[in-house]
Every structure is written in structure tokens, then in C-alpha cells.
């Protein structure tokens, strides 16, 4: 698993790291390599935005995403994704870093903005309150349709992926066979599907081979 930067002044390589849960980023042009722990489960999905300045990770349980300077591995924001353990299919920033989404084989899409600050009151009353509380929570969320179990024999299971065009549309594949064009509501409270567009077709039939079982598909 790895991840890198694509601007011209900035190469970020972030893999992981020999123990579960570790870190490792490797700054290209300068040579600095930054390593430490992110979080306490192996980590299962990892990207850095386009400039190499911020990177998210999410570990096997899903259940929280820990965004961190590249520099430093300073932990920036923790967001909490849900209380029951996921599947991490993908972590995108939008291009001015003003928004992350994650996605899971919930068939769900999380969105977070990442400009909005806890007010001091809310910093005071969790300061008190079991850590749980203190994570920021989604303020967006996009429910898809079910995907399909299987494509193949070959495959796992596995969410949706998604990437976004500008700082309030993005697009979704899923594999029930369709591309969505979602947008971000002007007041930020939230998404919209505008757009969809079937790129798979399935045929209808389903294959089972012990355990498993798939859908064909032209």
C-alpha cells in the first residue's frame, strides 16, 4: 500500500511502515523521511492530497480517519467515520483541502469539512467527556444502493471509490454498476446525486462456487 504527491515541487511517497499501524514518508527531493505511529490497528487505506502537504489513513476497523502533515505526522483532524467496523475503500481531498470523503463497503459515502473548527464551548465539554465524543463527526453522508457481492471470482468485497472534480463535485464508482456525479450543496449541509451513468452491465446471473458467490457481467 502507498500513496503519493503529483506536484512538481513537492514528491511525497507515504507507505507503510514495519509495525501495524506505522507510518512511513519519504520526501523525494530533499531526502527527509518522517515515521511514526498513526494508528493502533494495521492500517487498511492510505492517500496524501495533490501536494503532498496532508495525508489521511483509516486502519482495518474504519471506524476513525486521522488526517496529518506530511512534514511532521502531526495528527490534524480525527474524524469518526461510524461505531461499527468498515471496509475503507477510499479517502480523497478535495483540491483546496477543504473537504475529505471517505468511502466504505457500507455503500456509503462520508463527507467532512475540514475548515470548521470546534467552537471553544464544545472544546471545554469534551475536554471532560471519554474520548468518543471528541472526534468530529461527518457532516455529509451519501447512501448508494447495495453493490453487487462479487464480480468475479478473484475479487473481495469492496466499497465504492470516489475522486473529486472541484471543491464541491465529485464522482462515484460503485460496483452496482454505476457513476454518480454528486455535488455539495451550496450551504455545505448536503450531497446530491445530479448525474448517473451506468458503466457496467450485468447480465443477471449469479455463480456460486462454494462460499462465494458473483455476479457476470458484459
Not at 141 to 168: C, H, M, N, R
Request: aromatic residues 12%; proline residues 5%.
Amino acid at each position: 500500500m502507498a500513496a503519493i504527491s503529483y506536484h512538481k515541487d513537492r514528491f511525497i511517497l507515504a507507505t507503510l511502515d514495519i509495525a501495524p499501524g506505522h507510518l512511513r514518508l519519504e520526501n523525494f527531493y530533499t531526502g527527509e523521511i518522517n515515521r511514526g505511529p498513526m494508528h493502533e490497528n494495521p492500517v487498511s487505506y492510505l492517500t496524501v492530497d495533490y501536494s503532498g502537504s496532508c495525508g489521511a489513513s483509516a486502519s482495518e476497523q474504519g471506524t476513525i480517519i486521522r488526517v496529518f502533515d506530511c512534514s511532521t505526522l502531526q495528527v490534524l483532524h480525527e474524524l469518526r467515520r461510524g461505531s461499527s467496523p468498515a471496509q475503507i475503500s477510499c479517502l480523497a481531498f478535495s483540491p483546496e483541502r477543504n473537504f475529505i470523503l471517505a468511502a466504505s463497503d457500507h455503500s456509503t459515502i462520508h463527507i467532512w469539512n475540514l475548515q470548521t473548527h470546534p467552537s471553544s464551548l464544545s472544546q471545554i465539554a469534551t475536554s471532560y467527556l471519554p474520548k468518543y465524543f471528541s472526534y468530529t463527526r461527518s457532516v455529509m453522508k451519501l447512501s448508494l444502493p447495495p453493490e453487487i457481492s462479487w464480480t468475479s471470482p478473484y475479487t473481495v468485497d469492496q466499497g465504492p471509490v470516489a475522486a473529486f472534480t472541484s471543491e464541491s463535485e465529485f464522482y462515484v464508482a460503485h460496483l452496482d454498476g454505476n457513476l454518480y456525479k454528486c455535488r455539495i450543496t451550496e450551504n455545505e449541509s448536503e450531497v446530491k446525486i445530479e448525474d448517473t451513468k451506468q458503466f457496467l452491465e450485468f447480465e443477471g446471473e449469479t455463480v456460486v462456487d462454494g462460499e462465494r458467490q458473483w455476479a457476470t457481467f458484459e
